[in-house]
């Protein structure tokens, strides 16, 4: 547009010269003047909302560039109506193999203001930071700038940025409960464990969760003989008719020659017929010796600086740099990385339930797929990203959800006591039952 103007005003000045001289040359200058003056001064100063970029405009000369294939970049109904300041408009954008936040920001043209803003109010959440191909993310615009991001994992999962006035976002996860199908597996194996599930009408992600709850209980490769039974009940998660992906054990009988092994879900956790809990275990601490709680998990904590109420998911314990950092349970590496609120920090998933994030590291001496044992050292702690001072900061999460790893860990070596054991009983007894008539269809239909 700039080019075009000065071409103009070129074009207007020669044409002056030669018609009316002294008067049209006059009058082209100023015209000149004028256009330079419009051309250099950043109309978007001059806005409003001066340190929101001017989102969609620019995303139209990225689109044009095609960097972003038709599939997977699509306005939203109304898009072409983004001249008016008041129309909110918005798009969406899948992720692909490769991509991080800071290729996708860069693509969509966000200055260091926005992105940094953006990055900051993930801090604690770390989800911009861990995302994989197929999340979607929802850009919403108003006045031109962006006014939310919604970052979709899967139809139940999703987490919402709020930009504020003062150019802030606010992260909220929202969890959509959706509808929990039950679904009984019962077969006998013939080959393996897995295969016998499978045939039932299992997933393969379904059978990994189950081996990977039972894996202290048996060994899945060396004691599954042919001719072992189980009865599996699952509830498997629906948003709108859509499958979520996402599966809820609730009771599994394993009927192998030596013994019978079973798992209820009863309050969040798995107990046996006798109310012990047989989930893996975890120490309390990923650390030794005693050190200061400096910050203590909380879902509404008020910030010590912004004095805004502002959720805490982990806990905090004063280390010095260079303490020796544990891992707290039996798992495997699944990221290793630098952030820069979070610091240097790495995650463990331990089996499909259970996962660990350390943050503030200030070494880290393991890699991304290395298996960990409970109690093997990890990392040194230390004072990275941005924090005011050194400290380990531990976060204990359970089914994608942080939770006070002090509870967390106290649930996994616990038995019921007598006042809960009555109710577990007989929801385990429910159970028992239905896997019973279960078992008696399958050997009437033969
Ligand atoms: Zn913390």
Redesign the pocket.
Known sequence: MRTIDILYTIRLFLASIDKKGQIGLGLALLFFLFSWIVGHVDIRNLHPTSEISPLVLQIEETSGEKTVSKDTFTYHKGAKAQRSPAESVGFEYTVQPGDTIDKITTKFCFDKKLYGALLESDK?LLALDNIKPGFRLVFENKHQSISKIILVQNPAKKIAYTRQHNGQFIAKPIHIKGTWKPITLSNSVEHSFSRAMVRAGASPQEVNEIQQLLKYKINFAKDIQKGDRFNVLLARQFVDGEPTGRTKLKAIQLINKHKTIEAYLYKGSYYDAKGKNVEQSFDLKPFKGEYRI??HFSLRRKHPVTGRYKP?????YALPTGTPVYATGDGEVVRVTRHQYAGLYLEIKHGPQFKTRY??LSRVLVKPGQKISRGMQIARSGASGR?TAA?L?YEFHVNGKPVNSIKATAISHRTLNDNEKPLFVKAMNTHRSAFVRQAGTLISQR
Not at 312 to 316: C, E
């Open positions: 604690d400096s910050s805490h998911y982990g806990t905090d943050l503030h924090i400290h900061h």
